[in-house]
């Protein structure tokens, strides 16, 4: 059974950071390609950044040069570093993996932008 938990949302000030984790389970975690998700009220979900198994990352535009992802196989962890925080970030983030062509999802974790 897979299993994805988030953990490390909360309400920051706008220029602040905050370190998202994904503990995972149930997977080969090593090889395993972990994304980073967003949903805003009223938007889609989008993917915001991505790690393969052999450490190679891809991030949307909008992210670059303000989140880092990386990964901890020992700890079978995803992190995502997110720094300079901006209203637009506001967000549930959604930790993401593919087994055997069947989607995964964690239950999310909210990051609040704001004053």
């Known amino acids: 059974q897979v299993q994805l938990v988030e953990s490390g949302g909360g309400l920051v000030q706008p220029g602040g950071s905050l370190r998202l984790s994904c503990a995972a389970s149930g997977i080969i975690f090593r090889i395993a390609t972990m994304g980073w998700y967003r949903q805003a009220p009223g938007k889609q979900r989008e993917l915001v950044a991505e790690?393969?198994?052999?450490?190679?990352?891809n991030y949307v535009d909008s992210v670059k040069g303000r989140f880092t992802i990386s990964r901890d196989n020992a700890k079978n962890t995803v992190y995502l570093q997110v720094n300079n925080l901006k209203s637009e970030d506001t967000a549930v983030y959604y930790c993401?993996?593919?087994?055997?062509?069947?989607?995964?999802w964690g239950q999310g974790t909210q990051v609040t932008v704001g004053s």
């Open positions: 993401n993996t593919n087994r055997q062509g069947v989607r995964y």
């Open positions: 790690i393969t198994g052999a450490g190679a990352t």
